[in-house]
């Protein structure tokens, strides 16, 4: 009976733990960029999430997965039902043709690790004729 008691303790408490983590709700986890331009230069998205838990949300890291690609996000602890963002960029110089990228977004809430994607495709700058 104690052992019964026991582990119904536990299961209730981690119920419990888990009910009070951060949650966090993206709008969207992909953007495409579509066509764009190497001469255009950089392109940039954001993307927005709410905290729909009941605790603060901490976005601890953002990573992406190639430097070409940089991130920048809420740094401050977003409260519950407060909303948060993550800007990436994406520099498509010297780079023609599609990409596909990603973005890994590590934190405090249920889902400890959130991934994020970017793409398109780059059309490049046309190479100048040289003529003898």
């Known amino acids: 009976m104690k052992r019964l008691f026991f582990v119904s303790f536990l299961m209730l408490a981690s119920l419990m733990l888990m009910a009070q983590k ?10 495409d960029f579509g066509t764009i331009y190497e001469k255009e230069g950089k392109v ?3 993307f927005e999430f709410t905290n ?3 605790s603060d ?5 953002v990573k992406a997965s ?17 909303m948060g963002y993550i800007l990436v ?3 498509p110089k010297a ?17 400890d ?9 780059v059309i490049p700058i046309p190479q100048k004729k040289i003529n003898n």
């Open 113 to 121: 690790k959130i991934q994020l994607a970017i793409k398109g495709d």
């Open 44 to 46: 940039s998205h954001t």
């Open 66 to 82: 190639c430097g070409c690609t940089t991130p920048k996000y809420s740094k401050k602890p977003i409260p519950p039902k407060g």
């Open 89 to 91: 960029s994406y520099n």
């Open 52 to 54: 729909t838990g009941s």
């Open 22 to 31: 951060p949650i966090a709700k993206f709008k969207a986890h992909t953007h």
């Open 95 to 111: 780079r023609p043709g599609p990409f596909n990228k990603t973005i890994t977004v590590s934190n405090n809430s249920a889902e």
């Open 57 to 61: 949300l901490l976005l601890l890291d």
